[in-house]
């Protein structure tokens, strides 16, 4: 049995599943999560500093991008949902695979909504595909890495 190489993962064989359906995007941003610090000093510490403690969790909005096809709208129809503090919220998993088209690594996302969305950038002289993004608010983030 040959030993498992520890390469680096390749950033480019990636699949985002929504509500259970696999979409295609060419381009995914803003995994991030991390604790704020709370900075406290009581009058009487001896020390000229505050003390600094773990606070609440902060998520970064998730920029999803796809070439634009066309009568495909879903964007946009998932943005028009927001009404007056209601949205449709879905669950997002977004994972890298190996060669063998398998996950591992896996960011499961929770309750997001579309706070943006962006359509592509038109221009006369250009030669690429036209590029829409929306960028996601969510309530959660947690990695799987196998």
Known sequence: MAAQSKYPL??????VEWGGIRIGFSEVTGLTQEIQAIEYRDGSFPEYSSIKM??????????????VVKSDNDFFNWLSTVKLNTIERRDLTISLLDENHE??????IQSAFPVKVEGPQLKAAGNEVAIESIE?????????NK
């Not at 390749?10 to 699949?15: A, L, N, Q, S, Y």
């Not at 996950?103 to 499961?108: C, D, G, L, Q």
């Open 10 to 15: 390749p950033v480019f064989h990636f699949r």
């Open 54 to 67: 773990p606070g609440l969790r902060k998520y970064s909005n998730i920029t999803l991008k796809r070439g």
């Open 103 to 108: 996950p591992v690594m896996t960011w499961k």
């Open 136 to 144: 996601l608010a969510h309530e959660g983030l947690a990695v799987e």
